[in-house]
């Protein structure tokens, strides 16, 4: 979720965001300008002038300047933002005349140019929001290019204007120009070489002039000669105070001035700035963001600073709202937890450790969400499904944003926020390239559509705009091109989008011609992009000190195109249009508004430009320059009481930048009186009253060819009128039919009655409407549409629900789960409340009000649990469940799967998982070269194999967020030997039981014995068993090719594990583990049968051993049934549920050892338990009954 704003109003600055453009420009481009100054209320001012890379070799014609970029920062909002192609902003805060401001916030909140991007630059007054960017959260920060000023008589011939060329420049390709205005004489220019090559600022001059522009003195003996300059900034309520960051390729200081840039203090600094923000009344106090997502404050005007927290979002961090937060250092900022979520957090600039943060919303926020604007806080949370939002007004409780039912956004943007109700561009489900707008209630949470389909455009950066412009100055009044029947259209509305219509194509043309345009097959339609360079006009202009008229480029026909276009004005506030010039111009606003100054785009170089003091009827023509100019920009009304306006460009690619300063002040013959004004009606095609009000505003007579002088733009009388139905919109959850009615959409009941309301309380009952905001009427129909006050009724609970404060279905073990009880209808303080954890535990309430922070519980258990809620009152009842998976990270799996199998024959291959889990873990079986797993819910699984040789076994387990892995390798043969291994008691003071120690046991127990036998190296394997008292297993394998009979390879095994065991027997298997510490392996004899394989045929000495076998499990029993009245003996059995392995014994040995309890007398438990699982389950299965010796084989 982001803002967006098409108004250079609170223009960010984006650092780098000029490399991106002049790598764009083409090779004749010129140079590219960017501005500093855009006048904007608590903003510091950086007006900067980008220039394209020139290209000295170039034998090409000079050519016009084609990109124009610019950087700022608003100092209400979060400065830097990230681009498209990776390129971040910065933005510098603006300060300007209060007034000022709050005419320009309220002309461009639809506009508000969207810096997130680093791509969008709509400059103008009332320009569309950018889709891609960061919309500046405070209207008041915006900026408007067209508030020129200035005049021209039509009989003066000359203006005064001197030119000044920065020598020895001409190699730098960007620039940043600076004019406080208010009376100052100071203007700063910033020069620098960006080297695309090394990706860095290699040289750098700062220029400072005193008389306005005529004279510049250069500065970098005063801030260090061999100092690389990046960025310049002025403090927004104190303009003196200028901050100069150096490039952090060389070095990384920032140089303080505190008298506009006459002298400078360098500091040095720890981080690198790539924004920075200052507060909006506070002239000292300003927030950096750092190159590594730190950000930092200072409260000294950068001369020190503190780390405010380590991980913060770009562009999301903002100062306290004036009358709104409590403390005037409060920081509002959107930072990561160090396990990757993102959290809204606010702290003091000063106060900033863990226990002195606030968390106001209490779940996690989607990363780039958080909007602090206004009177309101935005943010979205993580869901899996349909995108959730969530407003918090005057910092009350979040409280979710309510769309109209099936919405279904895929992308919603904030427009603006400033006429106390929120406007929305929300990109629904089966949308591309448009957007519908909505608007909001006064609290921002119920959205109703205010137009369909808005057009987007997208820009040179990739970003998208969208076409919608808020005329200036003019309550209400609204300009959009919507996509209808696979057209465009240009449409306007008078009372913030509840009725639209089409503009009125002119009635002639420039020569007098009849233009025969007739509703609504044909019409007037407007381009409404902004330029993307605040230095030029772009392609629409109002001014909010001149109400009424609109300058813009457009064409005339059945829709909208960019062909055969001209320029239009309407000096009555869009009811009427005339045709002023037949190819683009770019138009300014001087002296106030009360003159237009107008500039053909810069395709050629010019000297002329056109002044009109009759709102475009008539134009004279003036030479600004001696030579032909290919203008780059031109700044206008930067200063309060002088008539200064300045033209930035250049003579030929290879010549010096060329400021050229124009004194228009003698064009005008004396200032203006009260005759020299008139009175002006708006009105909607003869409809006089508008938002409510019949309004009169006081203008310059056209012709006049006086000075303003000072802002004259006011409205000379306001008068209620008679409450019409089209003051009124549709409300929440209905929709306007074709007959202009508002009925319910299919999907709202109106009976509905929220369950807040109680009996004996009363609600408002809602007429299907409500009043558009900030509309004046009175009387007439209000009382009609109004909602009615009405008593509320009993009823019985309907629509319970619940769900968990963050919307997941998930929760970790140990953590609090905030549950949400909601309910449609019903009395909420009459209603009984139970709350079903699952657990065994409970919860009940005597009313709803109880649950209104969520009822938080902590699970110590995982699992998936059935958690109910059930709502009773004396008139019924509702229940609703929902299943919540509590898990906890997996810390350790290990895979149990035998050493050795038979082919052909079932094997049961186990994991297990610490700390155990209950129906909430989840596991993926790799099995041989199978290129898909086996995906189960239980910790075991059964497989053939039906090849013989080596295969990889792997499980992976998967709960919650965490995934772990482990392998086993498998030898899968027709029939082997085995015998278990024990081993001196020493051996288990040095095992930790971990893989790497065992593997590197076996290995040394595998050498002893190949130095008592013979027996092939690959043929023999021997497994360490986990835990404790070590214990193992040897396995005698036959080769892989047996060219051999069965019978003679059966003897070969029989002969080696005699030689085997008779070592082991005389003790003469031993290795040493370390230095003294010698471990003998003996023989444990546990195997029943010396030899396994697959055959059917059973020796007569192994049934007698399976009888002998019997009569012991049968002594065992007993010995375990009255274990408890025999004190000295610890033996335990375990019965294994799961299928073991089969392997069935083709030889038998009368020599094969007996099993007496007595050989076991001092072993540990864990043999103990092997033993008695093996007698338990009898012939034919294989050891796995415990986690110590997972496998082990027998007949």
């Given at each position: 979720m982001e803002t967006w704003s098409g108004s250079c109003p609170g223009v960010r600055c984006s650092l780098g965001l000029w490399l991106f453009f002049a790598a764009l420009s083409p090779r004749g481009a010129e140079a590219d300008i960017t501005c500093a100054s855009c006048p904007s209320p608590i903003q510091l001012r950086v007006e900067e002038l980008r220039l394209d890379a020139r290209f000295a070799e170039s034998t090409e014609e000079p050519g016009p300047l084609r990109q124009i970029r610019v950087e700022f920062q608003d100092q209400g909002e979060a400065t830097q933002f990230p681009n498209v192609d990776g390129i971040t902003q910065k933005s510098d805060y603006f300060n300007e005349n209060p007034e000022k401001a709050l005419r320009r916030e309220k002309r461009s909140e639809f506009a508000d140019l969207s810096w997130s991007g680093g791509l969008d630059f709509s400059a103008s007054a009332g320009r569309g929001a950018s889709l891609d960017g960061q919309k500046q959260s405070k209207s008041d920060l915006r900026w408007n290019r067209d508030e020129g000023k200035g005049n021209n008589r039509q009989d003066e011939p000359k203006l005064s204007s001197s030119t000044f060329a920065l020598t020895g420049d001409s190699a730098h390709n960007h620039a940043v120009v600076y004019w406080s205005g208010q009376n100052s004489s100071v203007i700063l220019i910033l020069t620098k070489l960006y080297d695309f090559h090394i990706g860095s600022v290699t040289e750098s001059t700062l220029w400072r002039s005193t008389d306005y522009g005529s004279t510049y003195e250069r500065m970098n003996d005063k801030v260090g000669s061999k100092t690389v300059l990046s960025y310049l900034y002025v403090c927004p309520t104190n303009k003196r105070k200028i901050m100069v960051l150096t490039d952090p390729e060389f070095e990384s200081s920032i140089l303080i001035s505190s008298d506009e840039g006459a002298s400078f203090q360098k500091y040095r600094l720890t981080f690198y700035v790539l924004s920075l923000l200052f507060h909006h009344t506070k002239e000292d106090w300003a927030l950096a963001y750092s190159h590594d997502q730190k950000l930092y404050s200072s409260v000294d005007f950068g001369r020190k600073w503190q780390l405010v927290h380590e991980h913060v979002t770009p562009s999301r961090f903002y100062w306290s709202v004036l009358g709104l937060d409590k403390e005037s250092d409060l920081v509002h900022m959107e930072a990561h937890t160090p396990d990757g979520n993102v959290q809204y957090v606010t702290c003091r600039?000063?106060?900033?450790?863990?226990?002195?943060?606030?968390?106001?919303?209490?779940?996690?926020?989607?990363?780039?969400?958080?909007?602090?604007?206004?009177?309101?806080?935005?943010?979205?949370?993580?869901?899996?499904?349909?995108?959730?939002?969530?407003?918090?007004?005057?910092?009350?409780?979040?409280?979710?944003?309510?769309?109209?039912?099936?919405?279904?956004?895929?992308?919603?943007?904030?427009?603006?926020?400033?006429?106390?109700?929120?406007?929305?561009?929300?990109?629904?489900?089966n949308q591309n390239d448009t957007y519908n707008l909505y608007l909001s209630d006064t609290r921002g949470i119920y959205f109703t559509l205010a137009l369909e389909n808005v057009k987007t455009t997208r820009g040179l950066g990739g970003n998208q705009n969208l076409d919608l412009y808020e005329v200036a100055g003019i309550k209400g009044m609204l300009i959009a091109n919507k996509r209808q029947d696979n057209q465009v259209k240009t449409y306007i509305t008078y009372n913030k989008g509840r009725d639209w219509r089409l503009l009125q194509a002119p009635s002639s043309d420039l020569d007098g011609n009849d233009i025969h345009c007739i509703l609504p097959f044909c019409s007037l339609h407007l381009q409404l992009q902004m330029s993307e360079n605040p230095y030029l006009s772009g392609a629409i202009s109002t001014k909010s000190s001149a109400p009424g008229i609109i300058v813009a480029t457009g064409n005339i026909g059945p829709e909208l195109s960019y062909n055969n276009v001209g320029m239009f004005i309407s000096s009555d506030a869009g009811n009427n249009w005339r045709q002023i010039f037949e190819e683009e111009h770019n138009v300014w606003f001087l002296d106030k508004g009360g003159a237009l100054v107008a500039v053909k785009q810069p395709t050629v170089p010019t000297r002329n430009l056109r002044i009109s003091f009759d709102e475009g009827r008539q134009w004279t023509e003036h030479s600004f320059s001696s030579v032909p100019l290919f203008v780059d920009g031109v700044l206008v009304e930067a200063g309060a009481d002088n008539q200064i306006m300045t033209f930035f460009g250049h003579f030929s690619h290879r010549s010096e930048w060329q400021l050229i300063k124009i004194d228009y002040k003698s064009i005008f013959s004396r200032k203006c009186t009260e005759e020299d004004y008139q009175t002006w009606h708006l009105h909607n095609q003869g409809e006089p009253c508008v938002m409510g009000q019949k309004q009169i505003y006081m203008k310059r007579r056209p012709g006049n060819y006086c000075m303003l002088g000072k802002d004259y733009s006011r409205i000379l009388s306001a008068e209620s009128c008679i409450c019409r139905a089209h003051d009124f919109e549709c409300d929440y959850g209905y929709e306007r039919r074709g007959d202009g009615n508002c009925r319910p959409a299919f999907w709202f009941n109106p009976s509905t009655v929220s369950g807040s309301c109680s009996h004996g309380q009363n609600y408002l009952n809602s007429t299907g409407y409500r009043k558009v905001v900030l509309n004046n009427c009175t009387k007439g129909v209000k009382e009609m549409y109004t909602a009615r006050k009405q008593q509320c009724p009993n009823r019985s609970p309907k629509g319970l629900q619940l769900t968990t404060k963050d919307g997941r279905l998930t929760a970790t073990l140990g953590t609090n789960v905030t549950f949400v009880v909601n309910l449609d209808e019903g009395d909420s303080l009459r209603t009984n409340i139970q709350l079903d954890f699952g657990d065994g535990t409970a919860v009940s309430y005597s009313n709803l009000s109880w649950t209104e922070e969520g009822i938080k519980h902590v699970y110590k258990a995982a699992g998936i649990f059935r958690v109910s809620a059930l709502a009773e009152n004396t008139l019924g009842y509702d229940s609703t469940t929902l299943y919540l998976h509590v898990t906890c990270p997996v810390e350790h799996v290990q895979l149990l799967a035998p050493f050795v199998v038979i082919k052909n024959k079932e094997v049961n291959i186990s994991a297990v998982v610490l700390p155990s889990h209950s129906r909430t873990v989840t596991y993926f079986w790799w099995l041989g070269n199978n290129s898909e797993p086996?995906?189960?819910?239980?910790?075991?699984?059964?497989?053939?194999?039906?090849?013989?040789?080596?295969?990889?076994?792997?499980?992976?387990?998967?709960?919650?967020?965490?995934?772990?892995?482990?392998?086993?390798?498998?030898?899968?043969?027709?029939?082997f030997k085995s015998l278990l291994l024990?081993?001196?008691?020493?051996?288990?003071?040095?095992?930790?039981?971990?893989?790497?120690?065992?593997?590197?046991?076996?290995?040394?127990?595998?050498?002893?014995?190949?130095?008592?036998?013979?027996?092939?190296?690959?043929?023999?394997?021997?497994?360490?068993?986990?835990?404790?008292?070590?214990?193992?297993?040897?396995?005698?394998?036959?080769?892989?090719?047996?060219?051999?009979?069965?019978?003679?390879?059966?003897?070969e095994l029989e002969k080696a594990s005699d030689i085997i065991i008779s070592a082991l027997n005389q003790n003469l298997v031993e290795f040493e583990l370390k230095p003294g510490v010698r471990v003998i392996v003996y023989n444990t004899q546990l195997t029943l049968a010396p030899l396994v394989d697959s055959?059917?045929?059973?020796?007569?000495?192994?049934?007698?051993?399976?009888?002998?076998?019997?009569?012991?499990?049968?002594?065992?029993?007993?010995?375990?049934?009255?274990?408890?009245?025999?004190?000295?003996?610890?033996?335990?059995a375990e019965v294994n549920q799961e299928k073991e392995q089969e392997m069935i014994g083709s030889v038998g040995q009368d020599s094969t050892p007996k099993i007496t309890l007595s050989e076991f007398a001092t072993s540990k438990e864990r043999m103990e338990k092997e033993l008695e699982a093996r007698v338990k389950r009898g012939v034919g299965n294989a050891c796995e009954s415990t986690r110590e010796i997972p496998n082990c084989t027998s007949v």
């Open positions: 600039a000063l106060l900033c450790s863990e226990p002195n943060r606030e968390y106001p919303f209490p779940g996690y926020v989607d990363i780039n969400s958080l909007i602090v604007q206004d009177d309101y806080i935005f943010i979205q949370v993580p869901t899996s499904g349909r995108a959730t939002y969530y407003v918090s007004y005057k910092r009350e409780q979040f409280i979710q944003i309510k769309l109209p039912k099936y919405s279904l956004p895929k992308d919603l943007h904030i427009v603006s926020t400033d006429e106390k109700q929120v406007f929305a561009a929300v990109q629904e489900w086996v995906i189960s819910l239980d910790g075991s699984i059964s497989h053939t194999f039906s090849s013989e040789g080596m295969h990889s076994v792997t499980v992976q387990v998967a709960a919650g967020n965490s995934i772990l892995q482990d392998t086993r390798t498998i030898a899968v043969k027709e029939f024990s081993f001196s008691p020493n051996l288990d003071e040095f095992n930790p039981d971990i893989p790497e120690w065992r593997h590197d046991v076996s290995r040394v127990i595998k050498k002893s014995l190949l130095q008592v036998s013979d027996f092939p190296e690959e043929q023999l394997l021997v497994a360490v068993f986990p835990g404790v008292p070590s214990a193992a297993e040897l396995f005698l394998l036959p080769r892989k090719n047996q060219s051999e009979s069965r019978k003679k390879t059966e003897d055959s059917p045929r059973h020796s007569s000495s192994a049934m007698l051993m399976l009888l002998s076998v019997v009569f012991l499990g049968l002594a065992v029993f007993l010995i375990y049934k009255f274990k408890r009245k025999i004190p000295w003996i610890n033996i335990y």
